[in-house]
């Protein structure tokens, strides 16, 4: 597949990759589909932030990385709720590509899955807070670094879900979230397309194989700055019926079978790329044809 894509970029005339010379900073990069995107974005030349909530993962992803290229990549470690880390990484950002930044992935998040009349308000806060709030406070933050004329593309990429598309039942908060982002990148794009030729779109995934999609028994969990343990995933009951031939087992999916987080991951570096160069304002949905 490296050889393959190494032979079409050359045809095209990015032999030094895709994303050679570019700048990117993608939250919730130090595990599944965040990760992944990371390494491939250094694969096609990118300097890469990776940026996390937790220092062991991140450092461990950015050193996997450098030990393959050049210095690409940058762990810089904080919670994406705290006003202080957001300032912070761009600032570093900024600095680790010499005054640039060209991408921003609002990848980081999770699930904190309620039925409408259990969820607490809590729950329902938390969920506005990392999906919605955060993620245009970033944007808001790297704002001097896309509003500029330079002729550099740049791009930004909100992470959704399905969930936002169609609702889910048990995830309200999630779900709300989710499709509070398809507005947050149309505004983008109207705002920053015309003047500034910044591009953005949404990805919204289907099922992907990572910790949220795993057994919640498996014992995966986030903690709240306050604290509070989350479990992650889902129940051990509802995921049993898929055993056995894997087709069989996702009759809702035309592929028949989860995506990897490095499948999802391409289609991110897809959108980015100067492949989509006239592709802003979309939420491109990831789901192996499931709920078409």
Not at 149 to 154: H, L, N, S, V
Not at 159 to 173: D, K, L, P, V, Y
Not at 233 to 240: F, T
Request: hydrophobic share 45%.
């Amino acid at each position: 597949m490296a050889a393959r894509l190494a032979q079409v970029n050359a045809h095209l005339n990015y032999p030094a990759g895709l994303l050679a010379g570019k700048v990117a900073i993608i939250t919730g990069s130090g595990q599944g589909i965040g990760a992944e995107a990371a390494r491939l974005f250094a694969n096609e030349g990118a300097k890469v932030i990776i940026a996390d909530i937790d220092a062991e993962k991140a450092t461990t992803v950015a050193n996997a990385i450098n030990a393959a290229g050049a210095g690409r990549a940058l762990a810089v470690v904080g919670d994406i709720l705290d006003d202080a880390y957001i300032k912070d990484l761009v600032s570093k950002a900024a600095e680790f590509g010499n005054g640039k930044i060209h991408i921003l992935v609002n990848n980081a998040g999770f699930t904190w899955d309620g039925v409408i009349h259990k969820i607490t308000d809590k729950q329902w806060d938390t969920m506005l807070a990392v999906h919605n709030t955060a993620p245009f406070k970033l944007i808001r933050a790297a704002a001097p670094y896309f509003r500029v004329k330079d002729g550099a593309d740049r791009v930004i990429i909100n992470i959704s879900s399905t969930s936002g598309i169609h609702g889910n039942a048990g995830q309200a908060n999630y779900a709300l979230a989710k499709a509070g982002l398809v507005g947050l990148t149309k505004t983008i794009t109207k705002e920053w397309g015309p003047a500034y030729g910044v591009r953005a779109n949404t990805i919204a995934f289907g099922f992907v194989k990572t910790r949220l999609t795993a057994a919640k028994e498996e014992g995966a969990f986030i903690t709240t700055p306050d604290g509070t343990k989350v479990a992650l995933g889902i129940p051990g009951k509802q995921l049993a019926g898929r055993k056995g031939d894997e087709k069989q087992a996702y009759p809702d999916i035309p592929l028949g079978r989860p995506a990897s987080p490095e499948e999802a991951a391409r289609a991110i570096l897809g959108v980015c790329s100067p492949y989509f160069s006239y592709v802003s304002g979309e939420t491109i949905r990831v789901t192996g044809g499931r709920n078409t």
